[in-house]
């Protein structure tokens, strides 16, 4: 298995990203895509830029992370840009959670302390 399919196939299973659903986005083969990140076959480079653009962009980001060799560090701002409004909605909700965690173990030192 070559790098790229491997890195290829390292970010489809991370973001949990099927051949049939990545075949529905970019057009390419399930087929072509199976064999390709199992490093059975070499693809072009046409049809590879095809699998790239179908794939969402954290995940690009990733793949460029891992072909890098550097660590993975999300940028906040883009993936918030990209979520929907269900999404937005929902990170809201786990951020105040945390910052009502947080608030509490902190009162909790603070009281420790005196």
Do not use: C, W
């Not at 076959?41 to 179908?54: C, G, M, R, V, Y």
């Amino acid at each position: 298995m070559t790098n790229i399919s491997n890195y290829f196939h390292k970010t489809l299973q991370r973001y949990d990203i099927s051949n049939v659903g990545l075949m529905r986005e970019s057009g390419v083969d399930s087929k072509m895509i199976s064999r390709f990140r199992n490093g059975k076959s070499n693809i072009q480079i046409d049809t590879f830029e095809k699998l790239l653009n179908a794939l969402p962009t954290d995940a690009k980001l990733y793949f460029f992370s891992l072909i890098l060799g550097s660590s993975y560090r999300p940028n906040i701002e883009l993936l918030v840009d990209n979520l929907s409004s269900d999404d937005l909605h929902n990170l809201f909700d786990l951020l105040a959670d945390r910052i009502v965690k947080r608030s509490r173990s902190f009162s909790k030192e603070k009281l420790n302390v005196a």
